[in-house]
Structures are given as structure tokens and as C-alpha cells.
């Protein structure tokens, strides 16, 4: 039990310096959030010692007398915080993050080869959801099972339900997927569950982004109408980084079901738990039925508007021009600038951001747009007025980015480059600030 810092000063050092990178920076990445004290301590326990594939009461190791209350307990909250009846769902919590959480979910669901619909990836679906591209089958979603992605309209840039409902009609999917990485819009849960119904057809939402919204009841249910529902942690729920699995249990075949995502996340995708990490998504969960965490959500999404409307106000395009929830997707092309740059420059700012695809783009590595989200910031308290100061700073940052470009190679980059990287300068100071 000798500490970290005596026995690695090296990782030490660099957990020193990622801390003060998260605490003097602006988080602006849609997918992240800073996770409680608490959820981390859970996360770092002794608990990362046991093993203990199986469930809980069906071991294959010795010694599972806490961890099986304890993975009891997760269960539980998982349904609380969702709102569940314990006899109409049940819930995996052993998933290790959200990417594996969907694989084992289209193994439950799925023969190999079967058909499945998700959002494209150019239109903010994630790689998890069928993505390939014309020239590869990179995801296993798409090697193992036969896709066909459904998009947005090209001129609302909301999902073209009456496109989808065509598409499903001749595809025949045996899975429908609804969620996204980057869709700032709600979704409607009751037309896709009339779509994936006609055609016989799961309706799976994969939630991870706006889980803590749907469980502060901030957004559409999707458990109204979904068979399957899986969800990161680490999002909008803003625990550690894991996934869950919710599932039916009030259909014809509910036991089935249940023994079938329960089998596909352990042996079929996965070995034993972490246990350390259940228990802090149980932490984390226990923090989600909290009132607070309601006044937290509809904070998330008070900023993220905000945000929105103080980068319209500026004159830039948004994606359906503003938000229904945590994130709004910023399209920069009609300023000529890609996205890789402004992340860059924002990243010599202190201001964490990513690209990302906006609807019509051709190129994921050098694509025209910028996701932004406002859960960090929240999680530090933040709410409209000091958003506005953030927007004011990314307009700053777009300027800079424009003056840069005109001037390629110039002595301002070089600069600029200098000042943000001489730790203690007063200017240094100044970009921290
Ligand atoms: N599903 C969606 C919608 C996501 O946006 C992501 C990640 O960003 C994932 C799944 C994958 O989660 P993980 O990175 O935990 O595997």
C-alpha cells in the first residue's frame, strides 16, 4: 500500500498534469464530463482485485459474497434512476464501455449476417450502429452483420423518418437503432417503433450521449417504446466509463431475452466484470436520483441553448440552427474553415473541443464542423451567463483561426504557438485566463 507517488512519480506526474489540464481548461467535448469524487474512489478500489464471471448467485469464482450485493445494487439503482417497473425491465451492468455494450447488444438480437438500420456516421451516428465505408468494413457492426444506414434530410437536417420508413420497407431490417454521437435533436421513439414493428424488427436506442437527460426526464422516454436500450455511463450520466444494457422483460419471449443479452455479454463478448467500475456507476446512479442531478440536466441543456443562440447571434450556421439537448453541432464551412483547425487553435486556448462531421461532409479526418457540449462546464457550475463568455471566447477563437489561415506560416502562429507553450509568461497567463 505504498502510494503512487512513491512507486511511479512518472504517472504521478502525468495524472498532475491531466488534472490541471481538466481544472484550468474549458471542456467542451459532448461525450465527456467530470465524474464525481466519489465515483472515483469506487472506480480506484480494491474491488479491481475479484473476479467474478457469471451473474450475481451464478459464479464461476469463489469469494463473490459483496460483489454479488454489490452487482445487485448497481442493478437496482439503474433501474431507479431510469424509472423502471423491475418486472417490465431488466438490466446488464457488466458491459465495460459503451462500444461493447452494442456489440454484445446486436449479438443478443442478431443472427451473423442478420440486417441492421442505424444513422449514418457522416449524419452523427456512431461506428457501433453499421458504419462502413464504400471502400472498407472497419466496425465489427458492419463485418458481422449486413447494414444499411438511414440519414438526415438535406435540408432540415433532422432524420428523414419518411426516407427511413421507405428504406425499412425494402431492406427488411431484423434491427432498427435509433440515438446518436451528434444529433442535437429529440427523436421520435413512437414512429420508429411503428417502423421496426411493420417490418418485425428490434427497435434498439443506444442513449449513451443523452442518458442523463432522458433519466432526468429532460427528453423523450425511449423505454416507452424501445425493446433494447443501451447507454454509456460517462456522458450526460456522468459516471465512469462503462456501459449498461436494459431489456425487456414484458414481451412474449421476455426470458429469452434476458438470457440472451445476459450470454452475450459474458461469454459471448466478454469475460469477468469490473467490479471496481460497478461500483462506481452505482455511486454514480445513487448521485443520479438525487434532485440535484434534475437541476443539473435541465441546466445542460439551459447552456447548451445558450450556447447556440450566442454563436447564432454571432452570425455562425448551427445544425438545425440550436438544440433540444446537451450538444449543438457548429458548421464552419461557410466560413472556409475546417474543423482541425479551430481544434487546434482552441486547444493552444485551453478550450477542448473536437471535429466532427456536419451533414453533406465528404471527409471525416479534415471535416467542416465542431460538436460542442456542455456537460463539464455544467458539472462546474456553470450556467448562461458564463456560457456567454465561453461563446465569446470561441468567436475569438474562430477570428484567430480565419487571420492564421490568411496568413499561412505566419509569425502570429509562431507566436501564438510560443505564448501558449511558455508556461508563466504574462501573455501565457492571459490565454489560460
Ligand atoms: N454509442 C454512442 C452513441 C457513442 O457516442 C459512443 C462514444 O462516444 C459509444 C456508443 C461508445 O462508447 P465507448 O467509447 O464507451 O465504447
Not at 481544472?23 to 467535448?29: H, N, R
Not at 466519489?38 to 469463489?62: C, D, F, H, V, W
Not at 457522416?122 to 458481422?144: E, F, N, R, V
Not at 420508413?165 to 420508429?192: E, H, N, T
Request: charged share 20%; with cysteine; proline share 4%.
Amino acid at each position: 500500500y505504498t502510494p503512487l507517488a512513491e512507486i511511479d512519480p512518472v504517472v504521478q506526474n502525468i495524472i498532475d498534469k491531466e488534472t490541471w489540464r481538466q481544472f484550468t481548461g474549458l471542456e467542451l467535448i459532448a461525450s465527456e464530463n467530470l465524474t464525481s469524487l466519489a465515483a472515483m474512489q469506487a472506480n480506484g478500489s480494491i474491488l479491481t482485485n475479484k473476479y467474478s464471471e457469471g451473474l450475481p448467485g451464478a459464479r464461476y469464482y469463489g469469494g463473490n459474497e459483496y460483489v454479488d450485493e454489490l452487482e445487485q445494487l448497481c442493478r437496482k439503482r439503474a433501474l431507479e434512476a431510469f424509472h423502471l417497473d423491475p418486472s417490465k425491465w431488466g438490466v446488464n451492468v457488466q458491459p465495460y464501455s459503451g462500444s461493447t455494450a452494442n456489440f454484445a447488444a446486436l449479438t443478443a438480437l442478431l443472427q451473423p449476417q442478420d440486417r441492421l438500420m442505424g444513422l449514418g456516421l457522416p449524419d452523427g451516428g456512431h461506428l457501433t450502429h453499421g458504419y462502413y465505408t464504400a471502400k472498407k468494413k472497419m466496425t465489427a457492426s458492419s463485418i458481422y452483420f449486413q447494414s444499411l444506414p438511414y440519414a438526415l434530410h438535406p435540408d432540415t437536417h433532422l432524420i428523414d423518418y419518411e426516407a427511413l420508413s421507405k428504406q425499412a420497407k425494402v431492406f427488411k431490417p431484423r434491427l432498427l437503432i435509433c440515438g446518436a454521437s451528434a444529433y442535437p435533436r429529440d427523436w421520435d421513439y413512437k414512429g420508429l417503433k411503428e417502423i421496426a414493428s411493420r417490418e418485425g424488427a428490434w427497435l434498439m436506442c443506444d442513449m449513451a450521449h443523452t442518458s442523463g437527460l432522458v433519466a432526468a426526464q429532460e427528453l423523450n422516454d425511449p423505454f416507452e417504446y424501445c425493446d433494447v436500450v443501451t447507454t454509456t455511463t460517462h456522458k450526460t450520466l456522468r459516471g465512469p466509463r462503462a456501459g449498461l444494457i436494459f431489456f425487456r422483460k414484458d414481451l412474449k419471449d421476455a426470458a429469452d431475452l434476458e438470457s440472451r443479452v445476459n450470454l452475450a455479454v459474458f461469454p459471448a463478448c466478454q469475460g469477468g466484470p469490473h467490479n471496481n467500475t460497478i461500483a462506481a456507476i452505482a455511486t454514480s446512479l445513487l448521485q443520479v436520483a438525487d434532485p440535484a442531478f434534475k437541476a443539473y440536466a435541465k441546466q445542460v441543456v439551459a447552456n447548451a441553448r445558450t450556447l447556440g443562440s450566442e454563436l447564432v447571434g454571432e452570425g455562425y450556421k448551427l445544425q438545425t440552427q440550436g438544440t433540444d439537448n446537451h450538444l449543438v453541432l457548429w458548421d464552419l464551412r461557410p466560413l472556409g474553415l475546417t474543423g482541425s483547425k479551430l481544434e487546434k487553435v482552441c486547444d493552444l486556448m485551453g478550450i477542448t473541443i473536437n471535429k466532427n462531421a456536419v451533414s453533406g461532409d465528404t471527409s471525416a479526418q479534415v471535416p467542416g464542423g465542431i460538436r460542442l457540449g456542455t456537460s463539464a462546464l455544467t458539472s462546474r457550475d456553470m450556467t448562461e451567463e458564463d456560457i456567454k463568455t465561453v461563446a465569446s471566447f470561441l468567436h475569438r477563437a474562430v477570428q484567430l483561426s480565419l487571420q492564421l489561415q490568411k496568413d499561412a506560416g505566419s509569425k502570429l502562429l509562431k507566436d501564438f504557438v510560443k505564448v501558449a507553450t511558455t508556461p508563466g509568461s504574462e501573455s501565457y497567463n492571459k490565454v489560460k485566463e
